[in-house]
C-alpha cells in the first residue's frame, strides 16, 4: 500500500499561507465582529425564537439512581388544561452518541433509569409554568436496584451492570494500557523516584445560556431544529438517526450560543425529543432547560483518582513515567472512551521523555453523566504531572523553572508516544512568566502563608482523526462575493462565544485585503453551510482557519488575474490591502475592492469558491495512536501568587502570569480573552469547583451553591502571547480556547506549597480542608 | 427556564387592607422578592395571593425624638448609603453591603431581610432536587437531613442585618387591623428552623427603630465568596458601652441569633465558640464553622479596638 500522504488530495495541507500583510487585519487586537450585538442583547439566541402556535416541552426526571421503571402514570398530567401532548423513553429506542463505539444513550430512558435527573417522559403545553406543573404531576413507579457510586463499586464484577448488555466483567466502558520504551529500565537509571496520589474533583461548565431546542415541523415531512449546541453535525447525524429521518430532511440551525466549554457538545434529549413532538403534534416545540436539569445533563469534568510513578536524574531530566486513572464518568458513556484516551496521551509533553507508560479506565456509576470539558481529560493529570516535577526539582535541589526549561522537547520532535510536534514555544513561555512574576526572588521567600508557584502544560489543535471514520474534510468554508464587494462567508463552524466567527471573518479579510466587518459569517446551519465538525478539541482556528484561506486564496486569484489584466501587471505583483488592490512597486496604480470583484466577475462570471482542510495523514509509529495526534500542538507556562489566610484556611489567589504560544495571534484580544477565560476557569476548579453528591443526588444543582467565582475572587491575570508560527497552521495559527486551562491549578498547588510546606494533591482547595491540613502539620510539628 | 407558579397579585394602598389580605390563608407578603421569588421558583412557596407592600409609603428614614425609623420598604442600598445611618448606625450599613450583589441591594428590603426565611443545604433548592431527595422536615417531608434522629429542623438564621440591629438595641414596629405591636430584635426569633419567628400572619413590618446611642458595633460575615452567598457564619460585636461587658450576636450557626457577653475580646470569642453548636446545614464543614465563630469574633472585636 502507498503511503497515504502521497496520495493526491484535494486538502490543504500545509497551506503555504504566508506571511500577513503589513498593515493588514492580522495580530490586531480588536473587538470581535460579533461582539456588540452579544452585550446590546441584539444577538439571537435559541430562546429569544417564538414561533406561531409554538408549545413548550418539560421532562419529568428520574429521582431515583437506578432502578427499573415499573409504570409512568400521566393522567392527572394530561388532564391538565393546557396539556396538549407527551412523550415517553420507548417512542424513540434507537441508541445514539458521538462516539460510534459507545453509542449507548437513548432520548429518555426506556425501561430502566440510571442517574437521579435523567429524563424519563416529556410533557408539552401551551406554556411553561403549565407544563412544569403537569411534569410535577406525572407519578413514576419504580423497582429500586443496587446503585454503583465509587470506583471501586465500578470495578467490582460482583456488583450489577448499568448496561446490561455490556459485556465487560464490571462496570468499564473502557481500559487503555499504552507501553512506550522500557518503563522498567528508566525508573532503574534513575537517581530519585517520585511517587504519590491524587485526586481531581468533577465539575461542570457553567455556561450563563442553558441547553434549549425548538423544532418546528416543515411540509413535506421536513423539520428545522434550532439548537443552542456547540456541534451542529453531530446533533444533526443523531437526530435523523434517532427519529429515523433523512438527514437531507432536517435543517438543523445553531442560534447564538452562550457558551459550552464542552457541555453543549452531545446531542441532547432537548434537541431530540423536541424534534420528535414537534412531528407528533405538526406544531413548534421548544424544550429550554432550567438550571437544575443542565446540571443533571452535565458532561462535566470526569473526577479522576490518579498514581503517578516518574523516575528522575540528578540533573533533572525524566527516566520514566508510569501513570494509572481511574475516571468515574456517570451514567453514559458521552464521549468517555476519548477520556479514557486523553488522560494518558499528552503526558509525554512538554518534557523530553523515553520510557513512559499508562493504564486507565472510564468507568461507569449511577451518576450524570460525564463528558468534555475544557481541557478534556488532560486537566486531571497535569495536576499530578506538574507536582511532581516540582518535588522533584525542590528534592534534587534544582530550581524548578531551570529544570522545566532544559527538559523541553524541541521543535520538530516525535514524542515516545507518536506525537509529532511542530513549533513549540515551551523555553520562550516559561521564561516570559518567571521574569515577569520575579519568581526566582521570590520562591520560597515571600514569608509564611505567601507563595508562588509554576507549571507548564501542553494540548492539542484538533483531533487527527475525525470521530467516525471518513476521508472527507473536516472543516470547510464556502465564500460568495457580491459585485457590491460584500463577502458572504458560510461555515459549519459552531461560535460558542470562543471568536470563530470573528477568526474566520479575520483570516477572509486578510487575504483578501478589506475589513473583518467587510465579511458576513453565516455559520451552523446545515442547510447553508458546509461541514465543519464542531467547536471540541479545540481545532476550529486551526481547522476551519486553514479551510477559510483556502477558499479566500481561489477568490483572490480570481479577483488578482482579473485586476492584472486592468492595471497591466503580472498577478504577484498585487498587493490586497485597505480595500484597494494595487501594484505593489507603485501604489498609486490601484483598483477598489468593489471594482476589482466587478472585472472578476465579468471575466469568470459569479464569483463563489469553497475551500476545505483535513490533517495530512501523519503516519505514526504505533498503530494504536489513534486518539491523541493532533496536526499541532499549543504550549503554556503560568506562575500563580497565593496568600493562605493560616487562621481560616482561606486560601487568596493574588496574581497568574500567564504565557501561552497560540501560534499566531489572528486578534490579540480575542486570544488574551481565551487566555484569561482559561485562568478564570482553572481559579474555580482550584478554589471552589467539585461536583459533590450525597448518594447519587448531585449535592448542589443551582449557581448559588455550586461556586464560581466573582470578580472578587478572579486574580488580575497578566496575559503573554507567544508566537511560533507553525508551519501547518492558518498564518501559523494554534489554539487557544483550552491550553491555558491545564497548568492553572497546578500552578496553584505549587505555591501553596511554597506557602505552606504543603503538598495539597486534592483539589478544590477550600478553607475546611486548607486548614485541617495546616492544623495537622502544625500539631505533627509540635510533637515532633 | 424555571418559571414561577401562578398567583393573584395585589398592591394595597393602606396597611389595614394589606393586612385584611394577608389573614387569609394562602395569602403571602412580598417586599423586594429577592428571596421570595427565588423560593417561590423552587416550589418552597406556592402562595394563591401575594399582597405588596410597595404602595404602603413604608419607604425613607427619619429621625424624631432620638429614635431613627427606617421604613421597612426601604431598600438596602438606601438603608446602606442613607447619611445618619453611615454615622450612627455604621455595621447596619456594613451589613446591607454584603447582601447578594448590588442589584439585589436596589431591590431588597430593610423589612425583606428581617424576615428572611430560614435556610438550609437542604430545604433551598429545587423542587425536583428535593423530591429526589425524599424531601425534608421543613417542606414536604418528614425527616431532617442535617440531624435524622433530632427532633426539630435546624435551618440557619440568615438574615445579615439582624446581629447589627441586636445590639444596636432596635425594635421593629409591626401593623395589623389590630393595631401596632413593637417587638425587640433581641426578642423576635425563636430557635426553630420552622417556627422561627412569632409574627402573626396578618401582621405587616412597617418600620424599624433605631435608639440614637453611643453603641459601637461591628460586623462580619464569612462566605465562600464576596459577593452573591449568603453567610457561613455572622457576627456582629459591641464594644463595651461604659463598664458593661463585650457583646456578640452570632448567626448563620442555629435557627435563632445567639447572644454571648464576655470582660474582654479573647473571652467573648471563646464564649461564641462555646456557644455555637453549627450543623451540616452549609456546604463547609460544620466543625470549621465553628472554628470561625471565634476567629471572626475575635476579628471584629479587633477592628473596634481596645473598646474605648
Known sequence: MSDPAERPSWAVYPTHSGEPAEGGVLGRSERKVDGLSRITGAAQFTDDLVLPRMVHGKFVRSTLPHAWIVSIDMSAAMALPGVVGVAIGPELPKRYGVIPVAQDETAMAIGKVRYIGEPIACIAAVDEETAHRAARLVRVEYEPLTPIFTIEDALDPSKPHIHEASRKPSNILRRVFQEYGDVQKGFAEADLVVEDTYEYPGSTHVPLEAHVALACPEGHGKLVLWSSTQNPHYVHRDVAHVLGMREQDIRLIKPTVGAGYGGKCDPFCTDIVAAHLARKLGRPVKIALEREEVFYTHRGRHPARMWLKMGFKKDGSITAVDFKAWAEGGAYASYGVVTSYYLGVFMPLPYTLENYRFESHRLYTNKPPCGPKRGHGAIQPRLALEMHVDRAALALGLDPAAMRTANCIEPDTETCNGLKVTSVGMKECIAAVVEASGYAAKRGKLGPGKGIGLAASAYMCGALHPVYQNELSQSSVQLKVDRSGEVTLFSGTADCGQGSIHMLAALCAERLGIEPDDVRVIEGDTSLTPVDLGSYSSRVTFMAGNACVAAADKVRDKIARAAAVKLGVEVGALVFRGRQVYVDAAPERALTFVDAVWLAEEMFGPIGEVGGYKPHKIGSRFRRQSVGPSPAYSFTAQVAEVGVDVETGVVTIEKIWVAHDCGRAINRRVVEGQIEGCVYMGVGEALYEEQRYRGGLMAVPSLLEYKVPTVHETPEICTFIVETHDPNGPFGAKEAGEGPQLSTVPAIANALHDATGLWFTKPPFTPDVVLAALTTARRRAGSA | ?308
Open chain 2, 1 to 308: 427556564m424555571l418559571p414561577l407558579p401562578r398567583f393573584e397579585y395585589s398592591a394595597p394602598n393602606d396597611v389595614r387592607d394589606a393586612s385584611r389580605f394577608l389573614a387569609e390563608p394562602g395569602s403571602q407578603l412580598i417586599a423586594g422578592g429577592t428571596d421570595l421569588l427565588v423560593s417561590m421558583k423552587q416550589r418552597l412557596f406556592e402562595p394563591r395571593h401575594l399582597v405588596s407592600i410597595r404602595r404602603l409609603g413604608l419607604r425613607g428614614v427619619t429621625v424624631q425624638g432620638g429614635v431613627v425609623r427606617i421604613g421597612a420598604a426601604t431598600t438596602l442600598a438606601q438603608v446602606a448609603t442613607n447619611l445618619t445611618v453611615r454615622e450612627q448606625f455604621p455595621a447596619l450599613s456594613d451589613a446591607c453591603l454584603t447582601v447578594a450583589t448590588p442589584t439585589i441591594q436596589s431591590m431588597a428590603t430593610l423589612g425583606g431581610n428581617l424576615m428572611l426565611d430560614t435556610r438550609c443545604l437542604y430545604y433551598n433548592q429545587p423542587a425536583g432536587w428535593r423530591a429526589s431527595l425524599g424531601y425534608c422536615l421543613k417542606r414536604e417531608g418528614t425527616v431532617c437531613h442535617v440531624a435524622p434522629k433530632g427532633r426539630g429542623c435546624y435551618a440557619t438564621q440568615s438574615a445579615d442585618t439582624v446581629p447589627a440591629l441586636w445590639l444596636y438595641g432596635a425594635e421593629v414596629e409591626f401593623q395589623s387591623t389590630r393595631g401596632v405591636v413593637l417587638r425587640k430584635v433581641s426578642d423576635m426569633y425563636r430557635d426553630d428552623g420552622m417556627a422561627w419567628h412569632g409574627v402573626g400572619r396578618d401582621e405587616v413590618l412597617v418600620a424599624v427603630r433605631l435608639p440614637l446611642a453611643e453603641a459601637r458595633v461591628g460586623h462580619r460575615k464569612l462566605r465562600t465568596r464576596q459577593a452573591i452567598d449568603y453567610a457561613q457564619v455572622l457576627v456582629a460585636v459591641r464594644a463595651p458601652v461604659a463598664d458593661g461587658p463585650w457583646a456578640a450576636v452570632i448567626s448563620a450557626v442555629a435557627s435563632s441569633p445567639l447572644f454571648v457577653e464576655a470582660e474582654d475580646p479573647t473571652a467573648l470569642a471563646e464564649a461564641a465558640f462555646r456557644a455555637s453548636q453549627p450543623l451540616s446545614t452549609h456546604l463547609p464543614a460544620a466543625t470549621w464553622r465553628k472554628r470561625m465563630v471565634r476567629v471572626e469574633v475575635a476579628r471584629a472585636a479587633a477592628a473596634l479596638g481596645d473598646g474605648r
